[in-house]
């Protein structure tokens, strides 16, 4: 059942590469997002019929494969992979959706497509170490191409540099699988914490050490967080929806998964040195947000903040502030993928995304009063206004991780104020005041570019004001996952404050269950 998700995108990439020559782009298009539409359809069947009440692992399939090299087939999912497998076909039918329609190179173009949506699939399922690093390579290649063909001027440095980065970062995870397996003497990369768990704390400490560098350039956190600007301001729209809204989560999934999940101790150890971490890229990309005058380029840089929001969750490790971290995966993704398919709507429509010479676009008559309202709604949701998917997450992550890290939490609190700073500058800049004669009589907005982002938008209101729908499935997980108490320094130890705020976390997580939030 799960491997239809990874070899109906491959066989189709292979279907519409090899097109003849006298097909049109429309029949790959079309094509293209009916075996992606069917795929997000069969996930839904999964989740359909998948059970929320447990942490272990369904839909298992395990084939063996290269025996001697210690690779098997081994697929499972559970409650922390599949809300971003879901994820991951609901934006990547959006990307094709708003993908023009008269791209040159089509075939190769949803070909690329098509793997990347086979590869990340591949690695939320791949519960073999080897089989995961070869999945979350996959990705890599089609990527880059994606960049490099389809980009803008300087296409080839942000391509080059993506490339570069990417490539250490599966260096340093096929460095560490291979460390694993070798030292604890097991006889296949299959996924398993009990033997991670035996080595000498001194050797998890170094494995989980390499780990976070590896995924800490995928996800990206500072400093490893310089190719994402460049490769989001050069990249398509539909490509940045992509890379923001769902490749930027297979380093967060790589963290909860294969560093938390596999090396809790060491995980323990460090964690109040992750939360740090965690301080430090959210305030430098929302601070770096602030100064930017490119549209696309503050975007990206609300990535690198509000992906250190994960980290933070991480670290603390309780199971509201794991809860947290899945929906803002999730959260994040959505909004995201809204944000930058409005900025390319207006770049497509004024040729330009320099808030210098952008004013008054919310204008009824002549300006994108419609762009401007969901960009409105977007920005909101970014910056964790309540009633939406943002505040959602945001408030798990922190009503969560309290206990443990409060002086970390409150930094990253004020994140989010900076979050409001930046995305209000952008809207007061870009849309209000009179409309600049640069920009003037612009060309109407079809229903066709709207719908997609009016989609997003939708769901991030829908999931803020039913939250239980995000959370349900990643309960019992993320329960499973969290360390325990004992492990985690809270707020009593450290400053004698009453543990009143214990219970206050276990009402909050009852809240969140309760179908009345």
């Known amino acids: 059942m799960l491997s239809a998700l ?85 934006l990547t039918a959006i990307a094709i959706y708003s993908s023009d329609s008269e791209i040159r190179r089509p075939k190769l173009y949803y070909s690329l497509i098509l793997l990347i949506n086979a590869g990340v699939a591949g690695a939320f399922l791949a519960q073999d170490l080897l089989l995961f690093f070869l999945f979350y390579e996959l990705e890599l290649i089609p990527l880059y191409l994606l960049i ?191 944000l930058f398919l409005l900025v390319g709507v207006v770049y497509a429509k004024t040729g330009t995304r320099d808030l210098r010479e952008l004013t008054g676009l919310l204008n009824p008559e002549r300006g994108l009063p419609l762009i401007g309202s969901l960009m409105i709604l977007g920005v909101m949701a970014s910056a964790g206004i309540p009633g939406m998917t943002g505040f959602i997450a945001e408030f798990l992550i922190f009503r969560g991780c309290f206990a443990s890290f409060p002086i970390q939490t409150l930094l990253c609190m004020v994140g989010t104020g900076l979050t409001a700073v930046y995305f209000l500058n952008l809207v007061n800049r870009a849309f209000f005041s009179r409309l600049s004669p640069k920009v003037i009589d612009l060309p109407r907005v079809r229903w066709g570019e709207r719908m997609p982002a009016i989609a997003l938008a939708v769901i991030i209101v829908i999931f803020g004001v039913q939250p239980r729908w995000m959370v349900l499935w990643s309960e019992a997980v993320t329960t499973a996952m969290s360390l325990p108490s004992a492990t985690v320094q809270t707020v009593e130890e450290k400053t004698g404050s009453p543990p009143a705020l214990t219970a206050g976390i276990e009402s909050t997580l009852l809240a969140v269950r309760s179908p009345h939030l």
């Open 148 to 338: 490099a063909i389809w980009g803008g001027a300087r296409r080839g440095y942000a391509a080059t540099k993506f490339l570069i980065y990417t490539a250490v970062s599966g260096i340093l995870l096929l460095a560490t699988f291979l460390g694993l397996v070798g030292l604890s003497g097991a006889s296949t990369f299959s996924y398993d914490p009990v033997q991670a768990q035996a080595l000498p704390l001194a050797t998890q400490m170094i494995l989980l050490v390499a780990l976070l560098i590896g995924f800490g350039i995928k996800i990206p956190l500072v400093p490893f967080h310089t190719w994402l600007p460049d490769a989001h301001v050069e990249a398509s729209t539909p490509v940045s929806v992509l890379l923001a809204g769902v490749l930027l989560k297979l380093g967060t999934y790589g963290l909860l998964r294969f560093g938390l999940g596999l090396f809790p101790d060491a995980w323990a150890a460090i964690a109040p040195w992750l939360a740090t971490w965690a301080v430090v890229s959210v305030l430098y990309g929302a601070f770096a947000a602030i100064t930017q005058q490119d549209m696309k380029k503050m975007v990206a840089y609300s990535s690198v903040a509000h992906m250190g929001y994960i980290l933070l969750a991480a670290a603390a490790a309780t199971p509201l502030s794991l809860a947290g971290a899945v929906s803002q995966m999730v959260s994040h993704g959505l909004i995201s993928g809204l």
């Open 6 to 90: 990874i070899w109906v995108p491959l066989i189709g990439a292979a279907v519409i590469g090899f097109l003849p020559p006298f097909s049109s782009a429309k029949l790959a298009r079309l094509g293209t997002l009916a075996i992606v539409v069917s795929t997000f359809l069969w996930s839904l069947f999964l989740a359909s019929q998948f059970n929320a009440g447990v942490s272990d692992l369904q839909f298992v399939e395990y084939v063996p494969w290269l025996e001697r090299l210690g690779l098997t087939y081994y697929l499972g999912v559970d409650g922390l992979s599949l809300p971003l497998l879901l994820l991951n076909g609901f």
